[in-house]
């Protein structure tokens, strides 16, 4: 009989075991807690956690980049909640797609997304003028709106307390999300801008696990907006986006960045809680239960704030069950809502998620990350849940008390 042994030499096992942030294969136990964790568990194909750490272990390289694992793999670290010894699942993952033989499984829309966010600044390759044309364009809209020709969409400012950025999908198919963040930036009565260097929060660069790439993606911002001399850089509502920029941010880049991070759920509390908006708790009346995006919640941290602004939008707030640390992924991480060729594979991965959302039995869900937003609205079309699903912040924009002053 042959013998099991470990190859420390082999590509993906020799980029790991260097830091002691979890990814010390060497020490997996084999007990496979991580693989009862994972929420593909229940459905057909997905990871085997257990399994891509062993054949990473043993040097299986080619046999792990074809089983398809690494790609259909959320990076949502549920698995590693529980591992005896803190074996992190996204880190183990990132490693294996980073290596030069795992290059051809790369989803097509990935590639092409981050040549065009490193050529353009911007994963949909718009331009530096037509991101000013839509800007203007929508300037205009605000302002007779808000019947204030002041009420504008400003960039490239300089100074000034605020700069947003947004997600990709606020500049192309879902542009009434960047005019509602508007909104808030012109109730706050602070200056604020958007910079036409880059237009973009996503760093598709930490997808493919490529540090160098995923660096480069963060300066990008880090120099604009210090150009710019922004005091706080305030980020859409993306999961990934907050843990690149917020919560990874110093060590990718090695040194402090000259500007404070907030998310747009943690902005729009404090201007709640200062008195400069109100919102009306009866916007909805009736509970809204939220999902908490891995990113943000289990990789992040943050539970409270999108939950304490929900509270002043509805009735009352009730979790998932379960929630927080121990949430269950919506479906779509990792990658996955960026492959176009992904969709019946989120709606297996989106199963568990699905049953949560239907035992909650709830008619409205929020949620603090676009493209979870994204996943639970297609999720709930393809299982027919007759649940509305919200951002935090847009649900915020619909509670605002007075629009227009
Ligand atoms: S839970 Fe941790 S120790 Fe156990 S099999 Fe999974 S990676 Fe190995
Ligand atoms: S999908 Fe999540 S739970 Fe499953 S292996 Fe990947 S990180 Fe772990």
Redesign the pocket.
């Known amino acids: 009989m042959s013998k099991a042994t470990l190859r420390d030499e082999a590509p993906i096992f020799s980029l790991l075991n260097k830091s002691e942030k979890g990814d010390n294969?060497s020490?997996?136990?084999?007990?496979?807690?991580?693989?009862s964790r994972c929420s593909w568990y229940d459905g057909e194909g997905g990871p085997v956690?257990?399994q891509i750490?062993r054949m990473a272990q043993l040097g299986l390289d080619e046999l792990l980049i074809e089983s398809g694992m690494l790609w259909d793999c959320m990076l949502c670290n549920r698995?590693t909640e529980?591992?005896?010894?803190g074996?992190s699942?996204e880190q183990v993952v990132r490693r294996a797609r980073s290596i030069k033989a795992a290059a051809h499984i790369v989803p097509e829309d990935l590639s092409k997304g981050i040549k065009n966010r490193l050529e353009l600044g911007d994963v949909n390759a718009l331009t530096k003028e037509e991101f000013v044309e839509t800007v203007e364009w929508l300037s205009e809209e605000l302002s007779d709106e808000m019947g204030d020709p002041e009420a504008i969409i400003p960039y490239d400012q300089k100074g000034t307390r605020f700069l947003y950025l947004p997600n990709p999908r606020e500049l192309g198919i879902n542009l009434l999300h960047l005019t509602a963040m508007a909104r808030l930036f012109y109730l706050f009565k602070e200056p604020w801008t958007m910079s036409s260097r880059h237009t973009d929060v996503t760093n598709w660069g930490y997808f493919i696990g490529k540090d160098d790439i995923c660096r480069k993606m963060a300066l990008q911002i880090v120099e604009a907006a210090e150009e710019l001399e922004a005091d706080t850089l305030v980020l859409s509502e993306c999961g990934h986006g907050y843990f690149v920029l917020k919560t990874l941010l110093e060590d990718l880049i090695g040194r402090k960045p000259r500007f404070n991070v907030v998310a747009m759920p943690e902005l729009t509390l404090q201007m709640v809680e200062n008195g400069v908006i109100e919102l009306d708790p009866k916007t909805i009346d009736e509970p809204v239960a939220y999902h908490d995006p891995c990113n943000l919640g289990r990789k992040s941290g943050m539970y409270e704030i999108p939950r304490k602004l929900l509270s002043f939008c509805c009735k009352e707030v009730v979790d998932l069950t379960p929630n927080r640390e121990h949430a269950i992924c919506c479906g779509a991480g990792g990658g996955l809502v960026q492959d176009s060729n992904s969709v019946n594979r989120r709606m297996i991965a989106g199963k568990p998620k699905a049953e949560q959302i239907k035992a909650a039995n709830v008619k409205h869900l929020a949620t603090a990350c676009l493209s979870c937003h994204r996943q639970l609205g297609e999720l709930v079309k393809h299982d027919d849940l007759g649940v509305k699903v919200h951002t935090v912040v847009s649900l915020a924009v619909e509670a605002l008390v007075t629009k227009n002053s």
Do not use: A, F, H, K
């Open positions: 294969i020490e997996c136990l084999t007990c496979g807690v991580c693989s956690p257990r750490v698995c529980e591992c005896p010894v074996i699942m």
